[in-house]
């Protein structure tokens, strides 16, 4: 069977903290808001593994574009989200894509370009099989490198991002709980 975007949603979709952020995000009125990251493809992992989808979830990440780089405008739409989903008992990360070149050089090393969209964020995840989102509004997946690494288990360095040392450590804390993925 391939992975196509309806079966990605699908499988993500057993996880029913992902039904509640897709059908509560939209109530913040984020400009492109993206539910993605681990909760999307992580599901897909622990179905073929046979575990729970919501298994090795430490957060949800939500992606969201807003021209305004003020730490004050993003910590708004953390503590609103707080409200929102706070009874879901999880960790929801927000992250206005607009600021991440101010803060990433600090937090990781190297540089950061300035992002024109939360797509351009998505864009640049260490691991290509893992570049996905899911827009919380219209619903459709966004994979720039497409799903085939993700429904063959593939660990491929992301040529936007090519970082072999952060990606090395991406791909073995992957394997740890996924054995069967490969490097490539």
């Not at 992992?45 to 992606?63: E, H, L, S, T």
């Not at 305004?68 to 503590?79: F, G, K, M, Q, T």
């Not at 360095?157 to 090395?168: M, S, W």
Request: with cysteine; glycine share 8%; hydrophobic share 40%.
């Amino acid at each position: 069977m391939t992975l196509t975007a309806e079966k990605l949603v699908g499988i993500a979709m057993t996880n029913p903290i992902n039904v509640q952020l897709t059908s509560r995000l939209p109530a913040l009125g984020l400009d492109q808001c993206m539910l993605t990251a681990g909760c999307l493809f992580q599901a897909v992992w622990n179905q073929k593994a046979q575990r729970d989808p919501g298994w090795g979830i430490k957060d949800y990440d939500v992606f969201y574009f807003d021209p305004d780089l003020s730490w004050e405008a993003e910590n708004e739409v953390i503590h609103r989200a707080q409200r929102l989903l706070q009874d879901l008992g999880v960790n929801v990360e927000f992250k206005n894509q607009a600021r991440v070149h101010l803060w990433y050089s600090q937090r990781f090393g190297g540089t950061y370009p300035r992002l024109e969209s939360a797509r351009d964020g998505i864009d640049r995840y260490l691991v290509a099989g893992t570049c996905i989102g899911l827009d919380v509004v219209t619903g459709e997946v966004y994979a720039p490198y497409g799903l085939e690494d993700l429904d063959d288990g593939v660990l491929r360095i992301n040529p936007a991002n090519p970082r072999p040392d952060l990606f090395e450590q991406k791909a073995k804390s992957y394997q740890v709980r996924w054995p069967w993925l490969k490097v490539v």
